[in-house]
């Protein structure tokens, strides 16, 4: 007959990873700038850049840089019109 294994008591710790919300942090000389934050959550939550978006992980928000760049150049053609 086959051993049954006991599938029951502690499991091994595991370290999670940091957040590293430092990188999101920038020391121009004496000022500190901080990246883009999510408009919904509040000024706590930062926005994830990846492949031409800006994205939330906690509500989900998601702006895509093509729109704004598409709204750059049209207020730049306006702005030369004038």
């Known amino acids: 007959m086959a ?3 006991d599938k029951s008591g502690k499991k091994p710790h595991k370290n999670k990873p940091t957040s ?3 990188t999101k942090y920038k020391i121009d000389g004496d000022k500190i700038t901080r990246e883009k ?3 919904r959550c509040g000024p706590g ?3 994830m850049n990846s492949n031409g ?3 939330c992980g906690k509500c989900h928000y998601s702006e ?3 729109k704004k760049q598409e709204t750059e150049k049209i207020e730049v ?3 030369k019109k004038e």
């Open 3 to 5: 051993k049954k294994v």
């Open 20 to 22: 590293k919300k430092y």
């Open 37 to 39: 934050n999510c408009p």
């Open 45 to 47: 939550i930062f926005l």
């Open 53 to 55: 978006r800006q994205y």
């Open 64 to 66: 895509f840089d093509s």
């Open 77 to 79: 053609k306006e702005e």
